[in-house]
């Protein structure tokens, strides 16, 4: 099953926003899938709203309500107001300008690995990859890199 991602697409990225994109995206996604051995879903998520701008998967209970709290839950990993909080603590310490440090989360539960990353050049947006918890933590990394040379061409045209 693929998406599209439907009504929460691509808002903060502009009015540009069209099924192409969507379309290509969820391309991406499934690709990731088919490239992986035991990946269950695969997804772009906006990390400014929460949405969902790009998902594929092949698991019946993944449903929406379930992708989209998979996207929530990925935006307080990375932009959580206490993870926001340590961040601007260890920017004060080091006396810099605050920024946002974490880029990437690997998460483990009793059945999955979770892998996310922050787009290098997209820092609103990120990728995350679920797998079986067999799936080898290397084949896991390297394809949720690799997809994000496909993923952020396609962010790119949003904003023309």
């Known amino acids: 099953m693929t998406g599209p991602a439907g009504d929460l697409c691509c808002r903060p990225?502009?009015?540009r926003?069209?099924?192409l994109y969507v379309g290509r995206l969820d391309e991406?996604?499934?690709s990731v899938l088919t490239e992986v051995d035991g990946a269950l879903g695969c997804a772009v998520a906006d990390l400014r709203s929460g949405g969902l701008l790009g998902v594929a998967h092949h698991v019946p209970y993944f449903t929406q309500e379930y992708l989209e709290a998979v996207a929530a839950a990925s935006v307080e990993m990375f932009r959580g107001?206490?993870?926001r909080h340590v961040e601007d603590l260890i920017s004060q310490k080091r006396g810099?300008?605050?920024e946002r440090l974490i880029e990437e989360v690997q998460m483990t539960t009793r059945h999955t690995i979770h892998f996310?990353?922050?787009l290098p050049n997209h820092p609103e947006a990120v990728v995350v990859l679920i797998t079986r918890r067999a799936t080898s933590?290397?084949?896991g990394w390297s394809a949720t890199r690799r997809s994000v040379l496909k993923i952020e061409p396609i962010l790119d045209g949003?904003?023309?």
Do not use: A, H, K, N
Request: net charge negative; glycine share 12%; hydrophobic share 45%.
């Open 96 to 98: 810099r300008p605050s």
């Open 116 to 118: 996310m990353m922050v």
């Open 28 to 30: 991406v996604m499934e």
């Open 81 to 83: 107001q206490t993870v």
């Open 137 to 139: 933590l290397g084949m």
């Open 17 to 19: 926003c069209t099924v």
């Open 158 to 160: 949003l904003g023309d």
């Open 13 to 15: 990225f502009g009015q």
